[in-house]
């Protein structure tokens, strides 16, 4: 609806995760970094953990990284954990487009038939890795199973490698006494935070950049209030700064101020009607 009236090529904030907008932040870089560093280690990573807030580009993390695995990884992505050991099993033989003919519902079966390929594979010069996410939901006989799927090894290493991530319940779950054999094969873990106030100025100016705006539509305040009300939490901050443009078009003004950022917050927080009054405005230090 706005995108003419600011003299942009697409709509900058839209929640749908796009690569053309990726914003990586110091802590989206380092968590990237580490798990690609949890696989190019070799196998005898084990477990590694990424935990965050929900929202704050989890998501973004898992498709980057998948993009850049080396040519000699292969990987099975679950996204919903919340499954039996033997769905756990067959989740990861569709990844692999393995056969479960004969053995399908046969534990034991299916996992002879895994450690098979994994030595195969292993042999082949092969990284082979299980990507779980939302992880924080994964049921403690999962959990259980997925500790003796890393049982499978050489002498050299282990043949599957597992990234468990999840939002920070996640990391109250494997505090669990009952579970402390599966957090002692958890090797590296990185928690990733949100963006901070330099970082959300940074970050909106990408994505109106990226859409072939001008970098000074959103004032230097406006971006300070999209900070204090958003916590810097990417999803929270495209839904707001997406309805601020819509006010501003509306008003028939080219750049958003933050008169405009609070009737957007009016609109998208309405139990939080009037409540920017009481806010004290910090400058962002560019």
Not at 45 to 61: C, M, N, P
Not at 134 to 155: C, V
Not at 164 to 172: F, R, T
Not at 262 to 280: C, H, L, M, R
Request: charged share 20%; aromatic share 8%; net charge positive.
């Amino acid at each position: 609806m706005y995108l003419e009236f600011f003299d942009l090529k697409q709509a900058p904030f839209s929640i749908t995760p796009d690569p053309e907008f990726v914003y990586l932040s110091e802590k989206h870089q380092e968590s990237l970094a580490h798990l690609i560093y949890g696989v190019t280690r070799g196998g005898g990573a084990g477990f590694v953990q990424l935990t965050g807030e929900f929202w704050t580009g989890k998501t973004t993390i898992i498709r980057l990284f998948l993009q850049k695995l080396p040519e000699d990884t292969q990987a099975a992505l679950i996204l919903n954990p919340n499954i039996t050991p033997i769905e756990l099993l067959e989740n990861i033989f569709r990844e692999f487009k393995l056969s479960t003919r004969g053995i399908k519902g046969k534990l034991n079966a299916m996992i002879e038939k895994l450690n098979g390929h994994l030595l195969q594979w292993w042999s082949e010069g092969k990284n082979t890795l299980v990507i779980i996410d939302e992880a924080q939901n994964i049921p403690r006989d999962t959990l259980e199973q997925l500790r003796l799927l890393t049982n499978l090894e050489t002498d050299q290493q282990k043949l599957l490698q597992i990234i468990l991530i999840g939002q920070p319940e996640l990391k109250q779950l494997m505090h669990r006494k009952d579970l402390r054999q599966l957090a002692q094969r958890v090797t590296s873990r990185f928690h990733l935070q949100s963006l901070s106030a330099a970082e959300t100025s940074q970050y909106i100016k990408h994505r109106i950049a990226v859409s072939g705006g001008a970098k000074d539509i959103f004032a230097n305040r406006a971006i300070n209030r999209i900070y204090r009300q958003t916590q810097g939490i990417p999803r929270l901050i495209n839904v707001l700064c997406d309805r601020a443009l819509l006010v501003a078009f509306t008003d028939e003004t080219k750049n958003v101020n933050l008169k405009h950022v609070n009737q957007a917050i009016n609109e998208v927080y309405p139990d939080e009607k009037g409540s920017f009054s009481t806010w004290y405005i910090v400058p962002i230090v560019l």
